[in-house]
């Protein structure tokens, strides 16, 4: 008997628990685990680049651009075969992280520019030590100017994590086909898989709003 | 350039034994093909008030800067308190210091900046707090307390829990006097402080130095182009056009009866 209605709620209901399981254990643990790698990792791929003596920034520069400059998806997959004795979801982790990295550097690159000259100046007036002027002056001043660029790049890592299932790592949107294919039904499961996506996205980008106008001076 | 036409070296008698604050041998300093200073000498005594004017673009504030280690020279030296700053001479070649001892010697050099420069990412009291902690490692307390004397001495003692950007222009460089002095630096570098304020405040801090000038004994490099400040403030004035002193005397000498042309010209200008 194949069901011809455009919309069954029954549906909906029978697949949400399945899929809301994979959003938390799969797309959200990627997002914030994989966000809270790429926001170090990005800063300290920033400040080698900036601050290491030639051959070691070189040689940062060239694999960051390396992987600014192939897909997300060919990554994947490459380190899932590479890396066998990974779990998919930790390769998933590891390379959206990576990834993403690369593309907060520059961010940071761009907030660090923006710190006016005579912050530095002051700093040199106070002989304070490098160190300490990266710690207490530059980077505070350097990350507040690129939380918005770097909450875009959360959302979007958010919004990417459907393609895991490259590697057979079942987040909400396979859960979601997976469903589907069982019942013959998309419809129903697609939607709720993008209505969740809406729903996790907008309030986040409210927040990243707030913590931007909280950081403001 | 010939440099025999050149009479006003900026030299003075020392006392004997007596080490000057800051010596400048013969400094040349180059913006690409441009010559800011081309061969500067000129000595400041401990606890000199030296007032340096001139037009824009004799490099009156290119001075400051390599005192503070901002700059570089391409030649020459600077001594401060006879130790050498940046450079030194070795088998007749000028060698680059190390940045330890670079550091160490901008201990004893303070400045204050046209824009402030205060931190924004910092409230008023840490802004004060901050070089005499994590620099001259003083406990937290000690440094408090004298932040809080320094904010009493520059008027803003109800402040420092305040933002930079929440006080006003005046506001901020009072702060950033009293960020300068917590260092107790022996030289103190002032770069046209009051440019950048409204003319109404510019009073409240010219009024706060004139204080620092007569209770302390610390040595003032002023680069301003408020001439009764300099009159007030200093005990020598030196004129500089194109990256020469072209007279220098002591403040009564210069602005009441200015010997070379180019003085009197510049200062019925400023006037």
Known sequence: MIDTSLWNWDHVWSALPEMLTAFVKVTLVVTIVGSAIAIVLGLVIALVRRSAPQPISGVVTFLMNFIRMTPLVVQLLFMYYALTSWSPLMVGIVVFGVHYSTFMAEVYRAGIDSVPRGQWEATTALSMSPGRTWIAVIIPQAVRATVPALGNYVISMFKETPFLVAVSVIDMVGAARAYGGDHFRFTEVFIVAGVLFLLASYPTSLLINRLEKRLAY | ?271
């Open chain 2, 1 to 271: 350039m010939p440099t025999d036409s050149f009479t006003h070296t900026g030299a003075i008698e020392l006392a004997e034994g007596e080490t000057p604050a800051i010596r400048f041998n013969h400094i040349v300093k180059r913006y690409g093909d441009h010559t800011v200073l081309d061969g500067l000498d000129f000595t400041v005594r401990r606890g000199d008030r030296v007032t340096l004017i001139g037009p824009s673009g004799s490099g009156k504030t290119t001075i400051l800067r390599l005192v503070m280690t901002l700059e570089e020279s391409q030649d020459g030296y600077i001594l401060i308190d006879d130790k050498p700053l940046t450079h030194i001479e070795k088998d007749g070649k000028r060698v680059a210091l190390k940045d330890k001892h670079r550091s160490q010697m901008r201990k004893r050099i303070g400045m204050v900046f046209q824009q402030f420069n205060l931190f924004p990412n910092m409230t008023v009291l840490e802004n004060i707090m901050e070089a005499p902690v994590h620099v001259l490692g003083i406990s937290k307390a000690d440094a408090k307390k004298r932040a809080h004397e320094l904010l009493e001495q520059v008027g803003l003692p109800d402040k420092a829990d305040a933002h930079p950007t929440s006080l006003s222009g005046g506001q901020q460089q009072r702060v950033a006097i009293a960020r300068a002095l917590a260092m107790d630096p022996e030289i103190l570098l002032l770069d046209e402080v009051t440019s950048a304020l409204d003319p109404e405040v510019v009073g409240e801090v010219l009024g706060i130095l004139r204080k620092i000038a007569e209770t302390t004994d610390v040595t003032m490099l002023i680069v301003t182009h408020e001439m009764q400040f300099a009159r007030d403030v200093s005990n020598r004035v030196l004129m500089f056009d194109g990256g020469r002193i072209v007279e220098e005397g002591a403040p009564a000498d210069i602005f009441d009866n200015p010997q070379e042309q180019r003085t009197r010209d510049f200062l019925s200008a400023v006037a």
